[in-house]
């Protein structure tokens, strides 16, 4: 778990973390120098009942309020510390905001420096800061005198540090595993080593992680939390990982180590956005921001996603559009500044972290939005289920889309009847049941059309039903609702495409006479059949007529053409097929001269027949013979 302080620069912070944990936080020469705070400091404490806590020392000055954020986001308990000679000051006002947008909810007041006030001065600030907490998460917040100088309440404020984070539950592991960078340095012997508090998830020693925005894999060589070595680290825990594969100057603060099966960034993402309590007034459509999250700052601007202006009382839905990327889930907290950096806007939670800014407004993206605001994890899922309608999602994307990992969103997935879940292809893919069905139907309905249009094809091309019916749909996703299509009786695939169950291609009488004799004449010379251009003339009619008509009877799956101007009949192919089966089953091998020997042919027709086979899938090459294939062609399937 993770202690952060707040309050106004001079208020103490530094001094009561050093007296609660014996641990200096102002580690750069300049904050020795200067005597305050500039840049994140980190400590950590033993509490009863709780074990190691660490403790993230931010800097009050209203300059270093980046550095504040930096700091507050992951934390899982708020040090406010206000001292009792100044009073609630700008700072603490600011500090506190920070820390109530970021939705933490448990606090400990710190009330410091009792030592140079009396005892109606302590009574006047308490009752201060409980008129400034009312209303608020906080408002329960306990209140504890100290004076970090003398010693004067530790042992109360120590007790109570740990009996407030009694009530705070543990973060879960089970997501992926994310740590926003907050420092980056080098150790001789050891290399690049980074800092920070544990998001989400968690990971051991060994194990290749990501780096966002970037995408360079490392591999964690060593961990360290508390200055122990440990094997593993997860969820609330601050560590340093001692990377291999990377060099100090890639990295920076703002950065976050991620499991490697995450990869997208954001630049553009839906939110709830909640105002701060001191905005004058709501900030404009567009308007230049600050956006912090994580480590990470940001420039984008602010676009409300409805057209009337927000309200002070409730949260508005709104998009943030960022300059550069950042790394962000659904459920991630965030806080936004004026662009001049000079006060905080308001904060809120991620909604649609791979948002797009087309159409922002468009009332089904807005509702879907407003939906994900109030939803547990599974409405969540329902959600993107029914925005993908038919189209689906391949479950690793949805994983990041819900923040999830996909092995834990594959057990859900499993578990639910009105999906649809696929796992063959290699990447698992899934859909509403529901919208799978209607795609299934606008493609068997498609195909319909199609050859009604178009009566003398046999089959709908693949191709043609793609652009034709779901332009748009993913080719993997094409080839998978397609496959449903057929097992489920819908249709037959065939070589040149799909068509339904029974279909065959329409001859008009006159047509079907001249395609009966075609068959009569290539089957009436057993080995021999004619050439086009002599069966051409066996029928009296043009060759360029005759074939064309070819292609329609190979179309229809009556005639196979085995090479330019060489056609067979379907019923001759067939049954040299059966007797090259019968060869390969016998003997593993089918060499052309016994081919040729068993079907009563010359060389030439034997190897185009054998070359045929090939192409089919049916045979396969192995020096001067042919073995069966490792499957069947498309033609052995129809």
């Given at each position: 778990m993770i202690i952060g302080t707040a309050g106004h620069i001079d208020h103490g912070k530094t001094a009561l973390v050093q007296r609660l944990t014996g641990i200096d936080t102002d580690r750069l020469p300049e904050e020795k120098r200067r005597g305050m705070t500039i840049d994140l400091g980190?400590?950590?404490?033993?509490?009863?009942?709780?074990?190691?806590?660490?403790?993230?020392?931010?800097?009050?000055?209203?300059?270093?309020?980046?550095?504040?954020?930096?700091?507050?986001?992951?934390i899982d308990l708020v040090l406010l510390v206000v001292a009792a000679d100044d009073g609630v000051m700008p700072q603490t006002l600011e500090h506190l905001d920070i820390v109530l947008l970021l939705g933490i909810a448990r606090g400990?007041?710190?009330?410091?420096?009792?030592?140079?006030?009396?005892?109606?001065?302590v009574g006047a600030v308490a009752d201060d800061i409980r008129t400034l907490l009312s209303g608020t998460l906080l408002a329960d917040a306990p209140i504890v005198p100290v004076s970090a100088r003398t010693g004067e309440g530790l042992y109360d404020l120590h007790k109570m540090l740990a009996d407030t984070l009694q009530g705070v539950q543990e973060r879960k592991t089970a997501g992926f595993f994310r740590l926003p960078i907050d420092r980056v340095f080098t150790m001789p012997g050891h290399g690049t080593?980074?800092?920070?508090?544990?998001?989400?998830?968690?990971?051991?020693?060994?194990?290749?992680?990501?780096?966002?925005?970037?995408?360079?894999e490392v591999r964690v060589r060593g961990i360290q939390t508390y200055n122990r070595p440990v094997e593993s680290a997860a969820a609330g825990l601050r560590c340093a990982l001692n990377l291999a594969g990377i060099d100090k100057e890639a990295l920076a603060r703002g950065m976050i180590l991620v499991d490697v099966r995450l990869n997208r960034v954001s630049r553009t993402a839906d939110v709830l956005l909640t105002l701060s309590r001191h905005v004058a007034r709501p900030p404009g459509n567009h308007q230049r921001v600050h956006v912090h999250a994580g480590t990470a700052e940001v420039l984008g601007r602010l676009a409300w996603l409805e057209e009337h202006a927000p309200s002070f009382n409730e949260p508005a839905f709104a998009q943030l559009r960022l300059d550069e990327e950042v790394p962000l889930l659904y459920g991630d907290r965030f806080?936004?500044?004026?662009?001049?950096?000079?006060?905080?806007?308001?904060?809120?939670?991620?909604?649609?972290?791979?948002?797009?800014?087309?159409?922002?407004?468009?009332?089904?993206?807005?509702?879907?939005?407003?939906?994900?605001?109030?939803?547990?994890?599974?409405?969540?899922?329902?959600?993107w289920l029914e925005a993908r309608g038919a189209a689906g999602w391949f479950v690793p994307e949805l994983a990041e889309q819900l923040a999830e990992t996909p092995e834990r969103l594959a057990e859900r997935?499993?578990?639910?009847?009105?999906?649809?879940?696929?796992?063959?292809?290699?990447?698992?893919?899934?859909?509403?049941?529901?919208?799978?069905?209607?795609?299934?139907?606008?493609?068997?309905?498609?195909?319909?059309?199609?050859?009604?249009?178009?009566?003398?094809?046999?089959?709908?091309?693949?191709?043609?039903?793609?652009?034709?019916?779901?332009?748009?749909?993913?080719?993997?996703?094409?080839r998978l609702v397609t496959a449903r299509l057929v097992a489920g009786g819908e249709a037959e695939q065939v070589t040149e495409g799909l068509r339904p169950r029974g279909h065959r291609q329409q001859f008009s009488a006159a047509e079907e006479k001249l395609a009966e004799k075609i068959e009569v004449l290539l089957a009436a010379r057993g080995g021999t059949p004619p050439k086009l251009d002599a069966l051409a003339k066996m029928l009296g009619q043009p060759a360029a007529r005759i074939e064309r008509f070819l292609g329609e009877l190979v179309r229809a799956g009556r005639v196979v053409r085995l090479a330019a101007g060489v056609y067979l009949t379907r019923r001759d192919v067939d049954g040299w097929r059966a007797h090259a089966e019968r060869i390969l089953n016998e003997?593993?091998?089918?060499?052309?001269?016994?081919?040729?020997?068993?079907?009563?042919?010359?060389?030439?027709?034997?190897?185009?027949?054998?070359?045929?086979?090939?192409r089919q899938e049916i045979t396969r090459r192995q020096g001067d013979a042919r073995v069966a294939a490792a499957r069947p062609g498309p033609e052995a399937r129809a």
């Amino acid at each position: 778990m993770i202690i952060g302080t707040a309050g106004h620069i001079d208020h103490g912070k530094t001094a009561l973390v050093q007296r609660l944990t014996g641990i200096d936080t102002d580690r750069l020469p300049e904050e020795k120098r200067r005597g305050m705070t500039i840049d994140l400091g980190f400590a950590h404490l033993e509490l009863p009942g709780i074990g190691q806590v660490g403790i993230v020392d931010v800097p009050g000055h209203e300059r270093f309020v980046r550095s504040m954020v930096a700091g507050a986001t992951g934390i899982d308990l708020v040090l406010l510390v206000v001292a009792a000679d100044d009073g609630v000051m700008p700072q603490t006002l600011e500090h506190l905001d920070i820390v109530l947008l970021l939705g933490i909810a448990r606090g400990v007041v710190a009330l410091n420096k009792t030592d140079l006030v009396d005892a109606a001065r302590v009574g006047a600030v308490a009752d201060d800061i409980r008129t400034l907490l009312s209303g608020t998460l906080l408002a329960d917040a306990p209140i504890v005198p100290v004076s970090a100088r003398t010693g004067e309440g530790l042992y109360d404020l120590h007790k109570m540090l740990a009996d407030t984070l009694q009530g705070v539950q543990e973060r879960k592991t089970a997501g992926f595993f994310r740590l926003p960078i907050d420092r980056v340095f080098t150790m001789p012997g050891h290399g690049t080593v980074v800092t920070g508090t544990v998001a989400s998830g968690a990971m051991r020693k060994g194990e290749r992680l990501r780096v966002l925005p970037g995408g360079q894999e490392v591999r964690v060589r060593g961990i360290q939390t508390y200055n122990r070595p440990v094997e593993s680290a997860a969820a609330g825990l601050r560590c340093a990982l001692n990377l291999a594969g990377i060099d100090k100057e890639a990295l920076a603060r703002g950065m976050i180590l991620v499991d490697v099966r995450l990869n997208r960034v954001s630049r553009t993402a839906d939110v709830l956005l909640t105002l701060s309590r001191h905005v004058a007034r709501p900030p404009g459509n567009h308007q230049r921001v600050h956006v912090h999250a994580g480590t990470a700052e940001v420039l984008g601007r602010l676009a409300w996603l409805e057209e009337h202006a927000p309200s002070f009382n409730e949260p508005a839905f709104a998009q943030l559009r960022l300059d550069e990327e950042v790394p962000l889930l659904y459920g991630d907290r965030f806080i936004v500044r004026s662009g001049e950096a000079r006060h905080t806007l308001g904060g809120g939670i991620v909604l649609d972290p791979f948002a797009v800014r087309r159409g922002a407004r468009l009332t089904a993206r807005l509702e879907r939005v407003k939906h994900l605001a109030h939803l547990d994890a599974e409405e969540a899922l329902s959600v993107w289920l029914e925005a993908r309608g038919a189209a689906g999602w391949f479950v690793p994307e949805l994983a990041e889309q819900l923040a999830e990992t996909p092995e834990r969103l594959a057990e859900r997935l499993k578990t639910r009847r009105d999906i649809l879940y696929e796992e063959s292809g290699g990447v698992p893919w899934v859909a509403l049941g529901a919208s799978a069905d209607a795609l299934v139907t606008r493609l068997r309905d498609a195909i319909r059309d199609y050859l009604a249009a178009h009566p003398r094809m046999t089959a709908m091309p693949l191709a043609t039903l793609h652009s034709n019916a779901c332009p748009r749909l993913d080719a993997h996703v094409f080839r998978l609702v397609t496959a449903r299509l057929v097992a489920g009786g819908e249709a037959e695939q065939v070589t040149e495409g799909l068509r339904p169950r029974g279909h065959r291609q329409q001859f008009s009488a006159a047509e079907e006479k001249l395609a009966e004799k075609i068959e009569v004449l290539l089957a009436a010379r057993g080995g021999t059949p004619p050439k086009l251009d002599a069966l051409a003339k066996m029928l009296g009619q043009p060759a360029a007529r005759i074939e064309r008509f070819l292609g329609e009877l190979v179309r229809a799956g009556r005639v196979v053409r085995l090479a330019a101007g060489v056609y067979l009949t379907r019923r001759d192919v067939d049954g040299w097929r059966a007797h090259a089966e019968r060869i390969l089953n016998e003997k593993g091998r089918l060499a052309l001269g016994e081919f040729r020997n068993t079907i009563g042919v010359g060389r030439e027709l034997a190897l185009l027949v054998l070359e045929h086979f090939d192409r089919q899938e049916i045979t396969r090459r192995q020096g001067d013979a042919r073995v069966a294939a490792a499957r069947p062609g498309p033609e052995a399937r129809a």
